[in-house]
């Protein structure tokens, strides 16, 4: 199947249930026309538009200038009920047939949020982790907070590159424990390390890749002028970028496959 466009549309409210619609262009080039059906079916975590002069449901119209141009409306919960929580998805249109599949980053917000409130409902302590530290000012707020609230969050790791910031937290902030790593390395490499080791793989071996795309992305980087070459930070940043992008385009295509 060979998609013929890809869009990315923000899930909306009306009425107090999800909406998403596709007019103009969008309906067009998908090829629905106003009054034709067409059947909606859910179909795993993803949903499936399909023409069908016998479908369901109609395609509606508006009118823009002296033409009136296509609308699909869906406004319904139940049959977004599999994007509950997810603020955009992505569309991909394809012969007769237009997808509607969840974003990766949108998925895993979901599943973050469901860990959290498990968690809270169970009265589990938290873990929590802290980037661009600096000398832990708001990370104590934060922690202070869940405490007064009767939640206890336990300080997992700190990134900041400055390690005398890293010290000072050290030494006088009390959200710190024993166990709380300092990770004085650019956010990219901190987080690349985290990860592996959530995963029980090489910490060498997840900083060594780290590394590996950074430079990969640097040596790609074109600076703006002569004086502005990319700083390390900057190449690890679109690094992790890159590598987040394609996360996403490699679970949705695994959806389109229906694997």
Not at 21 to 37: C, H, K, S, V
Not at 147 to 157: H, M, S, Y
Not at 201 to 216: C, G, P, T
Not at 233 to 254: C, D, F, I, P, Q
């Amino acid at each position: 199947m060979t998609p013929s466009d890809v869009w990315i549309k923000k899930i909306g409210r009306h009425r107090g249930r999800p909406r998403l619609f596709l007019d103009g262009l969008q309906a067009i080039r998908a090829g629905f026309a106003p009054g034709e059906r067409f059947d909606v079916e859910i179909d795993g975590k993803r949903v499936i538009l399909s023409r069908n002069q016998d479908g369901s449901r109609v395609v509606s119209s508006r009118k823009k200038g002296q033409e009136q141009i296509p609308v699909v409306d869906i406004n319904s919960a139940e049959l977004l009920s599999v994007f509950e929580g997810m603020d955009a998805i992505r569309v991909v249109v394809a012969r007769d047939r237009v997808f509607l599949l969840p974003l990766a980053s949108q998925a895993k917000k979901v599943e973050r949020v469901q860990r959290l409130q498990g968690k809270l409902a169970a009265g589990e302590a938290l873990s929590a982790g802290s980037v661009a530290h600096g000398g832990g000012v708001l990370a104590h707020a934060v922690h202070t907070g869940l405490r007064d609230a009767g939640i206890e969050c336990t300080l997992e790791f700190a990134n900041e590159l400055r390690d005398d910031l890293l010290e000072q937290a050290i030494a006088h902030n009390d959200i710190w424990n024993d166990e709380t790593a300092a990770l004085a390395l650019p956010m990219a490499l901190a987080l690349a390390l985290r990860s592996a080791c959530s995963r029980s793989v090489s910490i060498w071996s997840a900083l060594r890749s780290a590394s590996r795309a950074a430079k990969v992305s640097a040596s790609k980087a074109k600076p703006r002028r002569a004086s502005a070459a990319p700083t390390a930070a900057r190449s690890e940043r679109n690094s992790l970028g890159s590598s987040t992008v394609m996360t996403s385009y490699r679970y949705e295509a695994k959806l389109l496959r229906h694997e």
